[in-house]
């Protein structure tokens, strides 16, 4: 009993607190304490609050995660109930804090950012909708959040783009993501601009979907250039921005090679164990923008004519920043396997894989 009663006091006395436990963050008119405090780990309370726009995504889903589990209040800001549920167990109680946000409404918007010191807007969409096109949502969108963000005096702000953001694009994706950092930085001139390159992992739209439709990525004959990157190293980025000093610069996050799609149908032929690819025909580029205009007739996203005009164009061959950050990007042979042994049969499940070679590319 008398040991039980030590223990307890001990417990509740906790870590002591020390000088680097506070963090001053300068707000448009004052600074604003923050004191980190209990034990490490998931119920660590790190005394920062953000506010992730776009956190119901693919990226925004390990981002969420990688920051509640450092002790952060997460603001999830959500359209469908059911998205932002998931979430929920990602962080200790009272942790995660969910939302409901309209990208018009500017109050909603100021609700979701008023007590937070870092916002990260990750919202954006690969296909137009009937109600938001890429400009609302990369352009306008970008925009308010960013302006909004301002005036509630957040001291810092974090804007997702694209590796291949250019004005000069012919995609007109790429285009509204070059105008919105460009609305971002207007309006939010210390903001941070990251441009990841096409991400893989477990839920992607790049592995996946080669498994699932190769024919869409013979396009171009498979020659486009592209640099994947895994998904967990750029959410591993954005999360050490947060207690790391103000950059604010752009941040280029290509994966660490240089492949083709032919290479990458080559590759998850060789993971999945199935020699699809090779049956699949190559689609010529006016087909397959008329299907994909045809398809947009249809309420359930299917390949768009600007992606198909993506899949035409080789990714940028900026440098990355990803010493500065200290991390080190995967390749996708590394972990190819992890995401796509779902796609083999029974009978091959644990068979070894032979990888293909790489062929040489001429940048
Ligand atoms: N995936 C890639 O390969 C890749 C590569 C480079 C850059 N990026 C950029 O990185 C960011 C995150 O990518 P991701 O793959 O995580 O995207 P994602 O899975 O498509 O998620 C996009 C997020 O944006 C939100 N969103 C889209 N349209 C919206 C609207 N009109 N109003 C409110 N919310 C809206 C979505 O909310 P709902 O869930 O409510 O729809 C979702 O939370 C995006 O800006 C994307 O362009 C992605």
Known sequence: MILLRVQRSLAAAGPKRAYHDLVTLPTANTTKP???HGPPGYSAVSGHVVTIFGCTGFLGRYLASKLAKMGTQVIVPYREEEDARIMKPMGDLGQIVRMEWDIRNDAQIAECVRHSDIVYNLVGRDYETKNFDFQSVHVAGAEKIAAVSADCGVPRFVHVSHLNASVDSPSKFYQT????????KAVFPTATIVRPGAMYGFEDKLLNNI???PWWWKLNGGKTQIRPVHVLDVAQVLADLMPTPQMSRTLSLPGPSTLTYEYLLDLVSAVTLRSFHSYAPAVPRGVATTIAKIAQNVWWPLISPDEVTRRHLNDSDVPGDWTELGITPTEIEALALTFL?????TDTYTDPVAFPTRPAISV
């Open 211 to 213: 498994a699932v439709s």
């Open 177 to 184: 993501k070059a105008l919105g950092e460009e609305r971002v």
């Open 34 to 36: 923050i004191v980190s």
């Open 341 to 345: 042994r779902r796609y083999r049969s």
